[in-house]
């Protein structure tokens, strides 16, 4: 009996160890990797145009462009605020031979390299001027970044849909993954890594790593650069445009409820016009829960407004835009790892409860960034430069924060894309997606016109004129013609307790909020078609 009840248990436990192994095999093939690799791709190409327009508020930063010009440049990242205005016109409007989502991601990336190409020479030359008139063309250099981020807000649109139609249900929640994982390459490879590429400084240092001498100038210029990612990005959207199918296959559809709701989002493609399409728009605000969701959506991005001058805080202390950028490249292969991390933490937790506890740990960062630079001078070598702890210390700071950053934004787009009705999922995906780019936007644009408002300055007139460029090589700002002033306090540190006692208080008010939303039923978030 004993020995029959020995073979049993042993029979049962080969048999669990063989449902392991077909759940892990079974798991890889589930998460349709193809499927994954490709979205990350898309949202890479994305991510360029945006990477590239965030690299040149620190080159406006070493030619001492005043906070107020920094302010009106951050409009370039209004589109992504804004995008729900023309989210209907994407969603109405395609070429039926093309199909409705490969129409636009054709459209935009095409689009955005034709933009490089033709802007290359201009820009280059605009960004090498004196300070005065970088800050004349600075409403030229608005217009063109934000034209780029347009086009990348215009394909983030259809590419959140697509990813939702190419994805199952069960994997939904991969699409923040694929957002958060190509968003962070393309930011890298259109910001730091063509920052580290331009200066010269980092160039010589990779110049070094391959015995060749030392140039006047970097690697890559802006005009260069910009001619290589107009000319990428037009050859993949052409071979996306002939490679790639719309839709899933009927054979790949994995349920009758895909194939269901294939044929419904063919009907709701021709039944409904432009203008019954933003009547949708306007009847999800009466979706009963969507209301407080979208005033937690937008209120809590005013907590982490502050952020957006740090890195401008640390180019103005000394530190390279060079050095910065190439921190960001150290911490890129750990930071794109870090979102595959989260999303298996977020899949086994409720998102909103994680997303509070990030919230936390994010205004924690930004205390500690706080306390950095009030001891920055610690930091300091005896020739006035930043000794390697400085860098050892900031690179820290950085991977903490981003990976608290990416966890607060993946938690949000994983509880949006759960509750998203798929027959509408692009512009349900894009109206919840709108409501924090606005927050952070708002916040951005003000906390930079602020700091310019409430920093007190000592101005005294020049001696001499002819001395104008001397002292701007100096840690002096030129407020006026004539003039040199020096900044009596650092504004950054009450704005900073400001925002501090902002996220208490946000975060005390909106516990009930959070507890009530997640204990809803998908049904109570669907939209109903009459």
Aim: glycine share 4%; aromatic share 14%.
């Amino acid at each position: 009996m004993n020995e029959e009840l020995k073979f049993e248990v042993m029979e049962i436990d080969e048999n669990s160890r063989k449902k392991k192994k077909t759940s892990f095999f079974q798991k890889a093939k589930n998460l349709d990797l193809k499927t994954v690799f490709f979205l990350i791709f898309l949202y890479i190409l994305q991510g360029i145009p945006v990477g590239t327009s965030g690299a040149i508020p620190l080159i406006l930063t070493t030619k001492k462009i005043a906070y107020s010009h920094q302010g009106i440049y951050s409009l370039t990242r209004w589109p992504f605020s804004v995008r729900i205005l023309w989210a209907p016109i994407i969603d109405r409007f395609f070429i039926k031979k093309i199909g409705r989502r490969k129409t636009w991601i054709f459209f935009c990336q095409f689009t955005s390299g034709i933009l490089f190409l033709c802007t290359a020479s201009p820009i280059d030359a605009a960004l090498n001027m004196p300070k005065a008139n970088i800050e004349d063309d600075i409403f030229i250099l608005t217009a063109v970044f934000g034209a780029l981020v347009f086009l990348s807000a215009s394909n983030d649109i259809t590419l959140d849909a697509w990813s939702i139609d190419l994805l199952s249900e069960k994997n939904a929640g991969l699409q923040s993954l694929c957002n958060s994982i190509g968003m962070s390459i393309g930011l890298f490879v259109g910001g730091g890594g063509f920052l580290i590429l331009e200066a010269v400084e980092s160039s010589n240092r990779i110049r070094d790593l391959f015995s060749i001498s030392h140039k006047s100038y970097g690697i890559i210029s802006i005009k260069y650069f910009f001619y290589i990612m107009g000319a990428g990005l037009t050859v993949t959207s052409i071979l996306i445009l002939k490679l790639k199918s719309e839709q899933k296959s009927q054979a790949k559809l994995e349920t009758d409820q895909e194939k269901i709701l294939l044929k419904r989002n063919a009907q709701f493609s021709t039944k409904f016009s432009i203008l019954d399409t933003y009547k949708l728009i306007w009847r999800i605000f009466f979706i009963k829960p969507v209301g407080i969701w979208i005033i937690l959506l937008i209120t809590h991005r005013f907590a982490f407004s502050i952020e957006s001058s740090f890195s401008i805080k640390l180019v103005e202390k000394g530190v390279a835009r060079e050095n910065l950028s190439l921190i960001g490249s150290i911490l890129t292969p750990v930071l794109i790892w870090l979102p595959i991390v989260l999303i298996d933490l977020i899949n086994r937790s409720n998102p909103l409860n994680l997303f509070r506890i990030f919230f936390i740990l994010k205004m924690t960062s930004i205390a500690l960034f706080a306390m950095f630079m009030l001891f920055l001078d610690k930091f300091q070598n005896k020739d006035q430069s930043l000794s390697l702890l400085f860098y050892i210390f900031l690179g820290l700071w950085k991977l903490i924060d981003n990976f608290f950053s990416s966890a607060t934004s993946i938690s949000l787009g994983c509880f949006n894309a759960k509750i998203s009705d798929r027959l509408v999922s692009g512009i349900y995906m894009t109206f919840l997606s709108f409501w924090p780019n606005l927050g952070a936007n708002i916040s951005r644009t003000s906390i930079l016109f602020l700091l310019d408002l409430v920093k007190v300055e000592k101005c005294e007139k020049k001696t001499n004129l002819n001395n104008e460029l001397n002292d701007t090589l100096n840690e002096h700002k030129t407020s006026n013609y004539g003039l040199k002033c020096d900044v009596l306090y650092e504004p950054v540190y009450l704005i900073i307790a400001l925002v501090f006692l902002y996220a208490i208080i946000w975060l005390l008010i909106s516990r009930k909020y959070f507890r009530k939303i997640q204990n809803l039923p998908k049904s109570d978030w669907e939209f109903k078609l009459d």
